[in-house]
């Protein structure tokens, strides 16, 4: 996620995915300790990872928030 409000909490994060089920969220801060508007969210299969990326240009807040995905079918080069 890039785009997050600087005050965004896991909370909002969790609401904003509502009701994909997410199994981690990491949000980067800086070196100076403050958010830098990014986070990874980790969801519990592929499946809602891409179900996920419908909310891409969506806003929390005040801010629209550009999505990314990274996941791969566990079947894929099977």
Known sequence: MRGLPF???????VQFFSPLALSRI????GPDGRAS???DVY???HHDAVSAMTRDKA?????????FLNSTSSDEGE
């Open 37 to 39: 508007g990014e986070a």
């Open 7 to 13: 005050q965004a909490t896991g909370d909002d994060i």
């Open 43 to 45: 969801f519990t299969s």
């Open 26 to 29: 990491l949000v980067e801060f």
């Open 59 to 67: 806003h929390m807040q005040e801010r629209y928030i550009e999505l």
